[in-house]
């Protein structure tokens, strides 16, 4: 596959600019938004654990493990707010437990021993920590929560969540909406979405997001692993069973951490060349803060981009 983007290095720097304004607009116009949205969910998080609680006034070790995300809630009640290993600390318990106690997304069938033991060491924890000038009502454990306590308490933990995941939100907002954006293109072309557990079920002119690829972790070696890929697209002149084009979706805010994960696409693509041979197809679709020491590590890979505000690039993949 003759290059697109990587051999262009007088391009580039045109390039970056332009993406980086691409980002910003999107930022000023749609970041606000989606967090604002993401606020009022965490608000009703915040709400159903007052509920669950009786405004944090009756926390018990059960109701940890069984009411599910009750916990990185709390944690955003105490003052200071509490990181999850800075709470393991505290409690005297492993931050593994913790965080599984976190990542309970249902009540378990039946409540474990383990669990509940270190629920019982977190929870004095929290409520010697717990912030009563958020919470005024705590103070002595004399009064009940007014309404209007109530809700403000609310918004500033609802606040104080967002602001702990503001970058997983902004991410997750901005991989929704390039893969929208690649649907959209994909399917002008008359490409069909699909939902295949194997790439070798995709049939010629479909696509597919999030498939797991088995490959080679390294030559001479029989052990194989899933990788993750973002976008699989099956140009509509394959045949039945080959490997298809794989598309990394990428985006940043900033140039200070685009480099943290370069090794790891770098890796990506040496491990999909030495299952599927050095034709294989592995690029990124880039929108934001992609500087130039990034773009050179990744083209010394060969590894080759689309940006996304020039999507018309993926004509060159012969789709």
């Known amino acids: 596959m003759n290059a697109i983007?990587?051999?262009?290095?007088?391009?580039?720097?045109?390039?970056?600019?332009?993406?980086?304004?691409?980002?910003?607009?999107?930022?000023?116009?749609?970041?606000?938004?989606?967090?604002?949205?993401?606020?009022?969910?965490?608000?009703?998080?915040?709400?159903?654990?007052?509920?669950?609680?009786?405004?944090?006034?009756?926390?018990?070790?059960?109701?940890?493990?069984?009411?599910?995300?009750?916990?990185?809630?709390?944690?955003?009640?105490?003052?200071?707010?509490?990181?999850?290993?800075?709470?393991?600390?505290?409690?005297?318990?492993?931050?593994?437990?913790?965080?599984r106690i976190e990542c309970l997304d249902r009540p378990p069938?039946?409540?474990?021993?383990?669990?509940?033991?270190?629920?019982?060491?977190?929870?004095?924890?929290?409520?010697?920590?717990?912030?009563?000038d958020l919470m005024p009502w705590l103070d002595g454990y004399r009064s009940r929560a007014t309404p209007v306590q109530r809700s403000r308490a609310a918004l500033v933990v609802a606040d104080r969540l967002c602001g702990s995941l503001s970058d997983p939100i902004i991410r997750n907002a901005q991989e929704k909406r390039q893969l929208s954006t690649i649907t959209a293109w994909l399917s002008r072309k008359g490409?069909?979405?699909?939902?295949?557990?194997?790439?070798?079920?995709m049939k010629p002119g479909e696509f597919a997001f999030h498939l797991n690829v088995n490959v080679m972790v390294a030559k001479d070696s029989e052990s194989r692993v899933n990788i993750p890929v973002d976008v699989a697209i099956q140009p509509l002149s394959a045949k039945q069973g080959d490997v298809?084009?794989?598309?990394?979706?990428?985006?940043?805010?900033?140039?200070?951490?685009?480099?943290?994960?370069?090794?790891?696409?770098a890796q990506k693509i040496s491990q999909l060349k030495l299952t599927f041979g050095d034709d294989v197809r592995f690029l990124?679709?880039?929108c934001g803060y992609f500087d130039s020491g990034y773009l050179g590590y990744e083209a010394a890979?060969?590894?080759?981009w689309i940006w996304e505000h020039r999507i018309s690039d993926m004509e060159h993949l012969g789709l």
């Open 109 to 132: 069938a039946r409540s474990s021993g383990k669990l509940l033991a270190a629920a019982e060491k977190i929870v004095p924890v929290l409520k010697g920590m717990f912030d009563v």
């Open 191 to 201: 490409y069909a979405k699909v939902s295949p557990s194997d790439f070798t079920q």
């Open 5 to 99: 983007n990587r051999d262009k290095v007088d391009a580039w720097k045109r390039d970056i600019g332009k993406s980086v304004d691409f980002y910003n607009e999107w930022f000023l116009a749609f970041a606000p938004a989606t967090f604002r949205k993401a606020r009022l969910a965490a608000r009703d998080q915040v709400e159903n654990v007052f509920d669950a609680t009786n405004g944090v006034c009756d926390l018990s070790a059960a109701t940890l493990v069984l009411a599910p995300q009750t916990l990185p809630v709390l944690r955003q009640m105490t003052c200071p707010p509490l990181a999850r290993d800075r709470l393991a600390g505290l409690s005297g318990i492993s931050p593994s437990v913790v965080k």
């Open 284 to 286: 990124l679709f880039l």
């Open 301 to 304: 890979e060969g590894i080759d």
């Open 244 to 265: 298809p084009i794989f598309i990394e979706a990428k985006s940043a805010g900033d140039f200070a951490n685009v480099n943290k994960r370069r090794k790891e696409e």
